[in-house]
């Protein structure tokens, strides 16, 4: 089943987003990976943070949404006007894609690494 996975925004300064956005708004951080990446809890969406090693975006906003098959979907997206920008390829925590959508938006897809 798909769903949204996390609202990703790039970021320079993972450990300064952090402070911003927890101190800010008070949004408790559920994962962080350093300065690579961090997860921080939406109120029923995870809203991340990827650092510049993990910008797969190229600093645009975008929403993630987590599949069963990232190949599949990337297939089947593209065959529905989605433009394949990166993957699928391995990240340190799961499997990517990045498309754009018809309007030109980035959207990426994820799933979870196979367990060997």
């Not at 990337?74 to 499997?95: D, F, K, N, Q, S």
Request: hydrophobic fraction near 45%; aromatic fraction near 6%.
């Amino acid at each position: 089943m798909t769903r949204i996975g996390n609202v990703l925004y790039g970021a320079e300064d993972v450990d300064a987003a952090v402070r911003f956005y927890r101190d800010g708004l008070g949004l408790a951080v559920k994962f962080q990976d350093g300065g690579r990446f961090a997860a921080l809890d939406g109120g029923g969406v995870t809203f991340a943070i990827a650092g510049p090693e993990e910008d797969v975006t190229g600093g645009e906003p975008a929403v993630s949404f987590k599949v069963e098959d990232v190949a599949a979907t990337a297939e089947r997206l593209t065959a529905a006007g989605a433009v394949l920008v990166r993957g699928p390829e391995e990240g340190p925590h799961e499997i990517r894609a990045v498309l754009r959508d018809p309007a030109g938006n980035p959207i990426v897809i994820y799933a979870a690494r196979p367990q060997s």
